[in-house]
């Protein structure tokens, strides 16, 4: 079983408020992802990172940053929450150094905004 | 670019029944194919890969799924339904190791008893 965490599970919150929703894995993956998924609805890749200070923008465009300070952590940021950011938001881990490379991922965040 | 393409948003099986759900794919080079299971409230977590070497993959839970470039498809099957299976499936494809997944639309699996 994957050991990538992410918190909270669910939040309700106004809009304008600056939320952080936080990943973290113990695998020591270098290769972190940030997907958004609507209800029913494929997953969208919106942020990546191959290792420490490596964020790149994903296949979907979102007004979420993210940053990669160290290993373990991928936090992604919304400055200031709005309805259409309602979503569920995934965050996977990879190491492509095991040879064949596959993504584990967490429960996910469940976002609703106001 | 790549793509992918399940056919059927929703599939519905009755208990003990063959489940078969279908993907397609595009890309410019070979491709790795992941199916993907998600269970209500949870995250993804792998059924099955394939990457290279035999075309007929196996994966967790009795499932397995067959490479067939020439059709380019990665159906997904298992012989006979189990309540459990009750889940939304998505497959997804990537380039080539470490490049980022693609992912279909999912297909929605409800068993009946």
């Known amino acids: 079983e994957a050991d990538i965490y992410q918190t909270p599970r669910y939040l309700v919150i106004g809009t304008g408020k600056k939320i952080t929703l936080e990943c973290s894995q113990t695998m020591g993956h270098d290769k972190m992802y940030w997907y958004q998924q609507d209800p029913g609805m494929e997953l969208h890749l919106i942020h990546y990172s191959y290792g420490v200070n490596s964020t790149e923008k994903g296949d979907l465009s979102s007004e979420s940053t993210v940053s990669r300070i160290r290993t373990e952590h991928f936090p992604l940021t919304l400055e200031s929450a709005r309805p259409s950011h309602t979503s569920q938001y995934l965050c996977a881990s990879s190491d492509p150094g095991q040879g064949q490379e596959t993504q584990y991922f967490g429960p996910g965040t469940r976002l609703l905004v106001l | 670019a790549q793509s992918v393409t399940q056919l059927g948003s929703h599939v519905s099986v009755s208990e003990g029944a063959l489940v078969l759900l279908r993907c397609n794919y595009s890309s410019s080079v070979p491709p790795y194919l992941f199916w993907y299971v998600q269970y209500p409230n949870q995250g993804l977590q792998l059924l099955l890969k394939?990457?290279?070497?035999?075309?007929l993959v196996k994966g967790i839970n009795g499932f397995e799924a067959e490479f067939k470039k020439s059709e380019t498809s990665f159906h997904l099957t298992k012989p006979s339904a189990h309540m459990s299976d009750a889940a939304e499936y998505f497959c997804?494809?990537?380039?080539?190791?470490?490049?980022?997944?693609?992912f279909g639309g999912g297909t929605r699996v409800l068993v009946k008893p």
């Open positions: 394939y990457t290279t070497g035999a075309t």
């Open positions: 997804a494809v990537s380039k080539a190791a470490g490049n980022k997944l693609t």
